[in-house]
């Protein structure tokens, strides 16, 4: 929906299509960021690791170009309705992302912290929940680009499986320095590496329904 003159409205397409142009740079970086987590993780990676620190800084630039472009879109367009309603999600959709790539450095500061490995030798759970996170948020990314609030709804759906494996890995990271005691520092850092992946699976499911609501103008069933 566009109000105002063609003129004004050719220049809000315009607007809007830098900023999801922003927004999908941003998706892009938050997914190779977790990736790269997890493969740091995987391989002893601590280069790696340090790349996505660095790398993460990119992602901030992003989220604050975002912003200036929403604020000023808003401003000189002043959109309504639907519009308006893409412009909000814009800016909630950026804050998300950064969140997710704040989780993927921080995954990749205990990567470099993990001195011993006795726990990832014997559990491949760890892992899996890496994968599932980083794919939701290759469909988040998907789905905005796309407009597809089928694709939105199936990211959303992946997140109990996220969420069971965090808590089934709670499970064998107490039954594990129980009989390892020695491993307790290895433990702690991937607990909050696991703690880490099941923020970036909730935040991948806020992004799916920002997508939903924007394309609807309702709120994802059973969300």
């Known amino acids: 929906m566009h109000t105002g003159t063609p003129h004004t409205a050719k220049a809000f397409d315009q607007d809007m299509d830098h900023i999801r142009s922003l927004i999908a740079e941003m998706g892009a970086r938050a997914e190779a960021?977790?990736?790269?987590?997890?493969?740091?993780?995987?391989?002893?990676?601590?280069?790696?690791?340090?790349?996505?620190?660095?790398?993460d800084k990119i992602i901030d630039r992003l989220e604050t170009e975002?912003?200036?472009?929403?604020?000023?879109?808003?401003?000189?367009?002043?959109?309504?309705?639907?519009?308006?309603?893409?412009?909000?999600?814009?800016?909630?959709?950026?804050?998300?992302?950064?969140?997710i790539g704040d989780y993927a450095k921080n995954i990749g500061k205990r990567v470099i912290q993990l001195d011993s490995r006795h726990f990832l030798d014997s559990n491949d759970q760890l892992e899996k929940m890496g994968e599932i996170a980083a794919e939701m948020v290759r469909g988040a990314m998907e789905a905005y680009a796309k407009?597809?609030?089928?694709l939105a709804r199936a990211?959303?759906?992946?997140?109990?499986?996220?969420?069971?494996?965090?808590?089934?890995?709670?499970?064998?990271?107490?039954?594990?320095?129980?009989?390892?005691?020695?491993s307790a520092t290895e433990i702690a850092h991937l607990l909050f590496i696991s703690k880490n992946l099941e923020r970036v699976?909730?935040?991948?499911?806020?992004?799916?329904?920002?997508?939903?609501?924007?394309?609807?103008g309702d709120n994802l069933p059973d969300a």
């Open 33 to 55: 960021a977790v990736s790269h987590a997890m493969r740091s993780l995987i391989d002893n990676d601590k280069i790696l690791a340090e790349k996505i620190r660095v790398d």
């Open 201 to 216: 699976g909730d935040h991948s499911t806020n992004w799916a329904q920002m997508i939903y609501f924007t394309e609807t």
């Open 155 to 182: 990211v959303t759906s992946r997140d109990d499986a996220v969420d069971q494996l965090y808590k089934d890995l709670f499970v064998d990271f107490i039954a594990f320095v129980a009989k390892n005691p020695q």
């Open 66 to 99: 975002v912003e200036k472009r929403v604020v000023q879109t808003i401003a000189l367009r002043a959109p309504m309705a639907d519009d308006l309603r893409e412009l909000v999600a814009a800016l909630k959709i950026s804050a998300v992302i950064e969140r």
């Open 147 to 150: 407009r597809d609030v089928d």
